[in-house]
């Protein structure tokens, strides 16, 4: 029913930014859950940062809490993730996701959608 798509990634210097949106399309809800995972070859998962579209509710990873802003433009049917501050250790593809039952909190259960992912790339 939903649809996603990334966009926004590339290749920055160590203490650049970057913004990602993720735009939903198909059936999306203004009461759901989108968030930003991002994985690197041969290590699992992670979730970054999720935002609750029915309110301003928003959750972080402690390794990017005070770097990254996760907001939405609900008009838009976009989510966005601003990135300051980037490290090496940020390099990875970057997926937005999308949930309408968990918590939007809720990370270490696979969610139902899901984009193509988009690569960040951040050199020293």
């Known amino acids: 029913q939903v649809q996603l798509v990334e966009s926004g990634g590339g290749s920055v210097q160590a203490g650049g930014s970057l913004r990602l949106s993720c735009i939903a399309s198909?059936?999306?809800?203004?009461?759901?859950?989108v968030g930003w995972f991002r994985q690197v070859p041969g290590k699992e998962r992670e979730g970054v940062a999720s935002?609750?579209?029915?309110?301003?509710?928003?959750y972080y990873a402690d390794s990017v809490k005070g770097r990254f802003t996760i907001s939405q433009d609900n008009a838009k049917n976009t989510v966005y993730l601003q990135m300051h501050s980037l490290e090496p250790e940020d390099t990875a593809m970057y997926y937005c996701?999308?949930?309408?039952?968990?918590?939007?909190?809720?990370?270490?259960?696979?969610?139902?959608?899901w984009g193509q992912g988009t690569q960040v790339t951040v050199s020293s």
């Open positions: 198909g059936s999306p809800s203004s009461r759901m859950c």
């Open positions: 996701a999308a949930e309408f039952f968990l918590h939007c909190g809720t990370w270490d259960v696979d969610w139902t959608y």
């Open positions: 935002i609750y579209t029915g309110g301003d509710s928003a």
